[in-house]
């Protein structure tokens, strides 16, 4: 099945610096890929994804890039804010799977 | 929050008990999902279902069940509690598998003594 890593595991950012996930993914038929948020003490939501006919995605601060030859993704978070401190899952998904692939979750916190 | 719920949130049980966690979704989604949280690994699935009484298990299965009589219900028992399940559990449903959104509901915690 798919298997999903991320790195960092941790990542410290001062406020108003650029925050960067990375995640590789094995499964090079996989063409879902998500990205959840989890504050903390809440419920993981998803915060923006993207298709494999899709380079690049933007929404605001956040945009997702997508290297298919590489299997590989990113979560890009610019002008970061204090609300931004959360953990952040990636996640993939091969086409016919009823189920996504978590990756292990990055720690983001931004220091004021 | 996609109206998905769980109960109880919270939960003390003692080793060797069963304990039985609820989900319950007013989506009409097709999809519904147990996971469990742990530090350093993630969201872990335990079981999924892909229709009523339609169900199949995930990376974590054992020491789990599950049973999907309808659609908006989905229920997750661990038959015999150990303190190696002490943890936070989330049900999730959505409409297209692994294609789509899943909805997250808020969380059980669970400390099995």
């Known amino acids: 099945g798919e298997n999903v890593e991320q790195h960092p595991s941790t990542l410290s950012v001062q406020e108003g610096d650029s925050a960067v996930i990375k995640c590789t993914y094995s499964?090079?038929?996989?063409?879902?890929f998500p990205w959840y948020k989890q504050e903390l003490g809440k419920r993981p939501q998803l915060i923006i994804d993207?298709?494999?006919?899709?380079g690049e995605k933007k929404d605001q601060r956040i945009a997702v890039t997508l290297n298919k030859t590489a299997k590989h993704f990113s979560l890009h978070i610019t002008e970061t804010q204090p609300e931004d401190s959360a953990v952040y899952f990636c996640?993939?998904?091969?086409?016919?799977?009823?189920?996504?692939?978590f990756g292990a979750g990055t720690t983001v916190t931004v220091r004021a | 929050d996609a109206g998905i719920t769980q109960s109880p949130r919270h939960k003390v049980t003692e080793t060797g008990t069963p304990v039985t966690l609820r989900c319950h979704q007013t989506?009409?989604?097709?999809?519904m999902y147990w996971y469990r949280q742990d530090p350093g690994h993630g969201l872990r699935l335990i079981h999924y279902?892909?229709?009523?009484?339609?169900?199949d298990k995930g990376e974590v299965s054992d020491g789990y069940s599950v049973s999907r009589s309808k659609t908006e219900d989905f229920l997750l028992t661990l038959e015999s509690a150990t303190s190696s399940q002490t943890s936070v559990y989330f049900c999730?449903?959505?409409?297209?598998?692994?294609?789509?959104?899943?909805?997250f509901g808020p969380g059980t915690r669970l400390l099995v003594l």
């Open positions: 999730a449903s959505g409409l297209a598998g692994g294609q789509e959104t899943q909805y």
């Open positions: 499964d090079s038929a996989s063409n879902y």
């Open positions: 993207i298709r494999s006919n899709v």
């Open positions: 996640a993939a998904s091969p086409p016919r799977d009823y189920k996504l692939s």
């Open positions: 989506e009409n989604h097709r999809y």
């Open positions: 279902s892909y229709g009523v009484k339609d169900t």
